[in-house]
């Protein structure tokens, strides 16, 4: 009776604890017509774990910082637009997964290398299956490692080498994988310096 009594406690206590966890992460839905209206009051609201879904739309985020471990979920490609000023997302947190997206218009200079979405010195983080229309830099990864990027679609109309950065840039990073992305117009497709152990398979430039 002893020994059932001590296996009963364990079941119970496993079965608070993993429900604990499951409810501490949330979604929050960001859509003009909701209580929520941009992502980046969505982001202040998060807490690391929960998923932000972003309905369909065009959102003037400025520059959108993902600061936290979340995922950011489009739906139908709600458009974040730069405006031609701004970087359009700039990721500064480790596990953090972008997808569904369409990213368009941001700024450029010779000075710093504005990109339609960044990683900043992160692991982790996944960038899949996105639009990237017009901007300087398509998607750019600094000292990333173990991060992927995939089946996004880049398009850059430049016409002067000033007005154009690369698709796809990496930078000292490691163990990327950069898979079956589609990139026309950029400078260089896909410019690596420095990079170790990444894997760079069925993607298409032009």
Same mark, same amino acid.
């Given at each position: 009776m002893?020994?059932?009594s001590?296996?009963?406690?364990?079941?119970?206590?496993? &079965?608070?604890?993993?429900y604990?966890l499951t409810?501490l992460s949330?979604?929050?839905?960001?859509?003009? /017509?909701?209580?929520v209206?941009s992502?980046?009051q969505?982001?202040l609201?998060?807490?690391?774990?929960?998923?932000?879904?972003?309905? /369909?739309?065009?959102?003037h985020?400025?520059? &959108?910082v993902?600061?936290?471990?979340?995922?950011?979920?489009?739906?139908?490609?709600?458009?974040?637009?730069?405006e031609?000023?701004?970087e359009?997302?700039?990721i500064? /947190?480790? /596990?953090?997964?972008?997808?569904?997206f369409?990213?368009?218009h941001?700024?450029?200079?010779?000075?710093?290398?504005? %990109?339609?979405?960044?990683?900043?010195?992160?692991r982790?983080?996944?960038?899949?299956n996105?639009i990237?229309?017009?901007?300087?830099?398509?998607? #750019? %990864? @600094? #000292? %990333?490692?173990n991060? $992927? $990027?995939?089946?996004?679609r880049?398009?850059?109309?430049g016409?002067?080498? @000033?007005? $154009?950065?690369?698709?796809i840039?990496?930078?000292?990073?490691?163990?990327? @994988?950069?898979?079956?992305n589609?990139?026309?117009?950029h400078?260089?497709?896909?410019?690596f310096?420095?990079v170790?152990?990444? $894997?760079?398979?069925r993607?298409?430039?032009?």
């Amino acid at each position: 009776m002893q020994n059932r009594s001590i296996f009963k406690f364990i079941f119970f206590f496993f &079965l608070s604890t993993t429900y604990s966890l499951t409810v501490l992460s949330k979604n929050i839905t960001v859509g003009s /017509s909701l209580l929520v209206k941009s992502i980046q009051q969505a982001i202040l609201q998060s807490s690391k774990g929960d998923t932000i879904t972003v309905s /369909s739309g065009t959102y003037h985020e400025k520059n &959108l910082v993902v600061n936290k471990a979340l995922t950011l979920i489009g739906n139908n490609y709600p458009v974040l637009d730069g405006e031609g000023k701004y970087e359009v997302v700039s990721i500064k /947190s480790n /596990s953090v997964t972008f997808c569904g997206f369409k990213i368009q218009h941001s700024g450029n200079g010779a000075m710093v290398d504005l %990109a339609g979405i960044k990683i900043y010195d992160s692991r982790n983080v996944t960038i899949c299956n996105n639009i990237v229309d017009d901007t300087f830099f398509g998607i #750019y %990864a @600094q #000292y %990333a490692t173990n991060c $992927i $990027i995939k089946n996004n679609r880049l398009i850059s109309y430049g016409k002067e080498e @000033q007005e $154009i950065g690369n698709g796809i840039h990496c930078w000292k990073s490691d163990s990327m @994988q950069i898979i079956g992305n589609a990139i026309t117009g950029h400078r260089d497709g896909i410019y690596f310096e420095f990079v170790t152990n990444s $894997i760079i398979w069925r993607n298409v430039s032009h």
